[in-house]
């Protein structure tokens, strides 16, 4: 079997697409399965020998995998995951069918796709990288299925002319020199010039018009899977994310002093949910969140929200930029307690002043927002809380608790009431004892069926993640009397000294405990051991952690620069353009979608700027035409100027024979001039196929031509008048020829020659 | 009169145009599909898939466009062909552009029309003719052919090539058309026969008994002339000489061969309907077979068709090309001059006849002795001797 030109090129295009779409989904499994069945099946059909399954076989693959999209789509759950994959079932199949050209386009034309799946699926600079990569390979791979598709149809007409008693051999490819280098030159200069204009389409693109009109398809972040999670299930063991995907970047200020803070070994937890009800199984948000209403509205890009806090100083400003939020409503992370928040990217904000709890509600992607925050003060004075709460309603987890206070000579209740101090000390032996009596795991195993997993824990597994360990505090806490709530956040350990930033990842996800240790005070207690949180959460060691925090460093100048590049990115672009500062705000007011009409002056700034541009490139386009045109006409003059006769004595003969150059006037102004490259004997022997009286006039002269160019003698008069007479029986025969209405009789059938 | 070069002398262009096809089509609604999404969801890798989009869609006008205008498309003189046997047709293709190569080149021959009227065409003859170019360089000149059978004898006129190319991205068909005018005859189908046959007419070719003789180098006296200066000294017949008073030299006899003259016997008129019109063309092509036999036995051939056309017998290969180019266009609309029957010297005694009709009962021309064929039973022969009919026989 002779392979196509290009097939290793739609090869490697399968095979990117197919990368490209595993990377954005994060389904490596089942890329690497379908790449794998890619290799093999291209060796099976393209190898040497290689055989394909009929095309029925092909065709009730093809309409099974169909069917199986469309009972998806009735179930509602096509979406474009959904859809990516049966893509790849399909292009899977039509691996098999590679029969021709045709099916090579349509497994372009499904690597296309699956790209497209691939965007809008993630953003993620890996994903870009990949599909920038299979551009110019995609660009080469059509141009050659151009060539081989031009091929095909010429053989396709050749055997319908074979079977309407045509030749139906195969076609030749007729090619010039250096046709590979051609091609390769000609995708450069594709690949260059589709990179520039892309830019440009991708700058001058607006945004922020018409967001959300169609739904919330085609957005990226969708469906992101992080470590955070705003539910704590105890009962399912280890779910502990251990990806390293980047979550987002933070960078911490001290409003104090106004210097940027942070560094290896300063770890802040930045708190996402607080869930305070359990459910006999998992920590959910309820109980405190319900006691007042959620508060906040829109809030525009730059807008600041205030957030209560009960008068603490404000001390530090964290600059977050979510890497890839989800659409519709997110958390936030901050660090407690946050006071207030601003938007950079506008959206819906809501907040609850209770749980300090702040979440945002808009389109998914990059999103970027600042929240300045301050430790609670502790009220002055000597405070007695009262016992009466019921108690946790695992009898088990009381007796715990109690037996671990016990032992740290700490008694809560006196006379119903406990100051508030020996509160902070009962939390903080109970945190003890977790993080000296239990041992961290991430395998733990999930507690047998009608066991409480948090009795399970304390009593008989003593040993779980980070989950179990702020489950059984906050569980224990509860018990005893002393409010407490489970945190779920991530924990920002790992700094990048190269760009001052804490860098989050998946795998920093992590659960803690806030007690109220005073009327509104509540301090974070972490009772998973500090060491096993280091050994978690520190930076891994190694050549490859390190190359991949330096690809980290990449992607955040991708989040930056190219995904996050939105109105206001795009107008300080354009800052040059605009003629005030406000301009900005005025471009696209909707954030969420609502479109007005522009200011028409700022409108006529731009088109004025256009047409200014657009002249200036015509007019250098036009002139560079000019040069050019002036150019071939001095070099084609040089050429006539060296092809004229340098022997005087035979220009001399030559221009003696005027009769040649009336006659070929004369062809010329008859319309069956002759080609500067076809000498005067083949052009009359052409002429046969005109007229044959043509033909023979033309012979003639052309003999008389070549005696004075070549034959070293001039012409005699009897040869002179010869070729005269030649040249006006030439004139009369096209006379006679151009007199008759239907033109040549060797041109037109029915026209006799007279 | 039109004029189908141009001023250089190079085939004239008629006309470009950009066809809109499905792939076009389909990769617009994808560019629009992925703006919306762009839009709707502000996801920047679609913003720039979009722009990937409008730069192939700009690039591929660009490229395909600078690419084709740049390209020369010359037919070359079209050699003759039979019926049933390849006509190859070759296209001289020349780049002009200084920079940008032409890929993918489909050269097809279109149907000739003037100002939308339709004319006298190639595609009565033959399959659409098509050749295929991968590439031409930047200032390259590379030769392509198209294989065809011609299915009809006569004359098929080219007038337009038109060279087409989806090249870059396959989005449009773009494609050129050029004028010019070139004909090509198409020789009757050479019936094949059985072999002896035309022994059936008795002794021929070269040195058999009933050859004529005509003045030569052979070695047979055949008559005395003037003498003439060059003619060599030991030619001269000196007793004659002496006799006449002025020198004479001796001319010896070369044997001609023998005549044999294709009689088609048919109307001249074509007749209606598709058998009668395919019997016309059986006898014809069986004309033309007898005609080629005839040559390779060594007879000089002449024609005689109906009433009107009649080609002196004469031999060789040219007479044969003469021979097939008028049975190719005797009844066709007539492009070539046609011969001159005023000259042609009469049938002679000895002279053989294979006189071929449509059907064995027409019976219009009946010379002496002649060998009888006809298109509605080619298996069948039947010889008439001079006054006698043989009986039929099979071959």
């Excluded at chain 2, 709707?40 to 409008?54: P, R, T």
Aim: overall charge positive; glycine content about 10%.
């Amino acid at each position: 079997m002779t392979r196509r030109p290009g097939y290793a090129l739609n090869v490697a295009v399968l095979l990117l697409a197919i990368a490209a779409w595993g990377t954005a989904s994060g389904d490596a499994v089942r890329a690497v399965f379908v790449g794998v069945c890619v290799l093999l099946t291209t060796w099976i059909t393209g190898g040497p020998g290689g055989r394909m399954p009929p095309r029925w076989v092909v065709n009730v693959l093809v309409l099974a995998a169909i069917l199986d999209a469309v009972r998806l789509s009735f179930g509602g759950s096509l979406g474009v995951d959904e859809f990516a994959r049966f893509l790849l079932w399909v292009l899977l199949i039509k691996m098999l069918d590679r029969r021709g050209p045709r099916d090579e386009a349509q497994l372009l034309s499904l690597s296309v796709f699956l790209a497209f799946g691939a965007a809008l699926t993630s953003n993620s600079l890996a994903t870009g990288l990949l599909l920038l990569v299979m551009m110019p390979i995609l660009a080469a791979a059509v141009m050659r299925h151009q060539i081989a598709a031009a091929r095909e149809r010429v053989v396709h007409l050749r055997r319908q002319s074979a079977q309407a008693g045509g030749d139906g051999a195969d076609v030749a490819l007729v090619a010039g020199r250096w046709w590979h280098r051609d091609l390769r030159r000609l995708t450069a200069v594709v690949t260059c010039g589709t990179l520039l204009l892309s830019a440009g389409v991708f700058v001058l693109m607006p945004r922020g018009l018409g967001m959300d009109r169609f739904g919330r398809w085609g957005n990226a972040g969708v469906g992101r899977v992080t470590g955070f999670s705003s539910t704590v299930d105890v009962g399912l063991g280890g779910i502990i994310s251990e990806s390293q995907t980047p979550v987002l970047d933070l960078t911490v200020h001290d409003m104090q002093r106004g210097v940027r803070v942070g560094g290896e070994g300063e770890v802040y937890y930045l708190r996402g949910a607080a869930l305070d009800t359990y459910t006999g199984r998992a920590w959910i948000v309820g109980g405190q969140a319900g006691t007042q209403p959620e508060q906040g509205g829109a809030l525009p890009a730059g807008a600041r929200s205030e957030l209560g806090g009960g008068g603490a100083e404000r001390e530090l400003r964290l600059s977050i930029t979510l890497r890839n939020a989800p659409s519709g409503q997110s958390h936030l992370f901050t660090v407690w307690r946050p006071l207030t928040v601003t938007f950079l990217d506008g959206g819906q904000e809501r907040h609850n002043p209770l749980t300090g709890v702040i979440l945002r509600e808009g389109q998914g992607g990059k999103f970027r927002y600042e929240v300045e925050c301050g430790e609670p003060r502790l009220p002055r004075g000597r405070f007695w809380r009262r016992l009466d709460r019921p108690s946790f309603p695992v009898a088990g987890v009381r007796e715990r608790a109690e037996e671990i206070l016990r032992e740290a000579g700490i008694t809560l209740d006196e006379l119903g009431l406990c100051p508030l101090d020996r509160m902070r000390e009962a939390a903080v032996a109970l945190r003890t004892e977790l993080r000296n009596g239990y041992s961290y795991t991430l395998d733990s195993p999930p507690a047998p069926a009608g066991r409480d997993p948090i009795d399970y824990f304390l009593h008989e597994s003593r040993a779980g993640h980070c989950e179990h360990f702020a489950s059984a505090m906050a569980a224990m806490c509860r018990s005893v009397g002393i409010d407490a709530r489970v945190i779920t956040g991530y924990v920002a350990v790992e700094f990048s000294q190269a760009t001052g930033h804490y860098i989050v990842r998946e795998s920093n996800a992590h659960a803690w405990v806030e007690v109220e240790e005073g009327p509104g005070y509540w301090r974070v207690h972490d009772p998973t051991a500090p060491a096993d949180l280091r050994r978690l959460h520190a930076p891994r060691p190694g050549l490859l952690a390190r190359l991949t925090r330096a690809l980290d460093a990449v992607e955040y100048a991708w989040i930056n620069s190219f995904v996050g590049f939105d109105r206001s990115a795009r107008a300080s672009l354009f800052s040059w353009v605009r003629s005030d500062a406000d301009a900005p705000a005025r471009e696209f007011p909707g954030v969420a979608g609502d479109f007005e009409l522009p200011d028409w002056r700022w409108w006529g700034v731009v088109l004025g700027n256009a047409l200014v541009a657009s002249s200036v490139v015509l007019a250098g386009g036009l002139g560079v035409v000019a040069i050019f045109r002036r150019i071939r006409a001095a070099r084609a003059l040089r050429a006539r100027n060296r092809a004229t006769i340098d022997d005087p004595d035979v220009r001399a003969r030559v221009q003696e024979a005027v009769f040649y150059t009336d006659a070929l006037g004369l062809l010329r102004a008859s319309g069956v001039g002759k080609p500067d490259h076809r000498p005067p004997e083949l052009h009359a022997r052409e002429l046969a196929r005109v007229d044959l009286g043509l033909s023979e006039g033309l012979q003639a002269i052309a003999r008389a031509f070549y005696i004075a160019r070549f034959g070293g003698r001039r012409l005699t008069p009897d040869e002179i008048e010869r070729a005269e007479r030649d040249l006006a029986r030439l004139r009369d025969r096209l006379a006679i020829l151009s007199g008759s209405k239907a033109g040549y009789p060797g041109s037109r059938p029915g026209t006799p020659a007279s | 009169m039109s004029a189908p070069v141009n001023d250089a002398g190079r085939p004239r262009i008629a006309r470009r145009r950009y066809h809109l096809h499905l792939p076009g089509v389909i990769y617009a609604a994808v560019a629009v599909f992925t703006a919306v999404g762009a839009l709707n969801s502000q996801n920047n890798l679609l913003f720039w898939l979009f722009g990937v989009a409008v730069a192939g869609l700009i690039l591929s006008g660009f490229v395909s466009g600078s690419a084709l205008m740049g390209v020369q498309v010359e037919r070359e003189a079209i050699p003759e062909s039979a019926v049933g046997g390849a006509l190859v047709v070759r296209y001289r293709v020349h780049n002009r552009n200084r920079f940008v190569p032409a890929c993918a080149l489909t050269i097809t021959e279109s149907p000739n029309a003037r100002r939308g009227r339709p004319l006298p065409s190639w595609t009565a003859y033959m399959p659409q003719p098509a050749a295929f170019v991968a590439h031409v360089g930047p200032r390259q000149t590379v030769h392509a052919e198209a294989v065809v059978r011609p299915t009809r004898r006569g004359e098929a006129i080219f007038s337009r090539i038109t060279v087409s190319s989806t090249f870059p991205f396959g989005l449009t068909r773009k494609s050129v058309t050029f004028e010019q005018e070139q004909g090509a005859i198409v020789h009757p189908r050479l019936a094949p026969l059985r072999s002896g046959l035309l022994r059936m007419l008795g002794p021929q070719g070269d040195g058999s008994a009933a050859a004529l003789r005509s003045a030569g180098l052979g070695g047979e006296f055949y008559g005395l002339r003037e003498y003439t200066p060059g003619d060599s000294h030991r030619l001269i017949a000196w007793r004659a000489s002496a006799r006449t008073g002025q020198l004479v030299v001796r001319q010896t006899s070369r044997p001609a061969p023998r005549r044999l003259w294709v009689v088609l016997d048919i109307p001249d008129e074509r007749p209606a309907g598709d058998r009668m019109d395919a019997q016309r063309e059986e006898a014809v092509s069986l004309a033309a077979g007898v005609a080629k036999a005839a040559f390779e036995e060594g007879y000089a051939v002449g024609l005689s068709i109906g009433e009107g056309t009649r080609l002196a017998a004469r031999s060789g290969r040219l007479a044969l090309r003469a021979i097939l180019t008028e049975l190719a266009l005797f009844d066709a609309p007539r492009a070539t001059r046609p011969q001159e029957s005023g000259r042609v010297p009469p049938p002679r005694r000895l002279d053989a006849f294979v006189v071929i009709s449509e059907r064995a009962d027409r019976r219009t021309w009946t010379p002496g002795d002649a060998l009888r064929l006809s298109a509605d039973a080619p298996g069948v022969w039947s010889f008439h001797a001079a006054g006698t009919l043989s009986p039929e026989a099979r071959p």
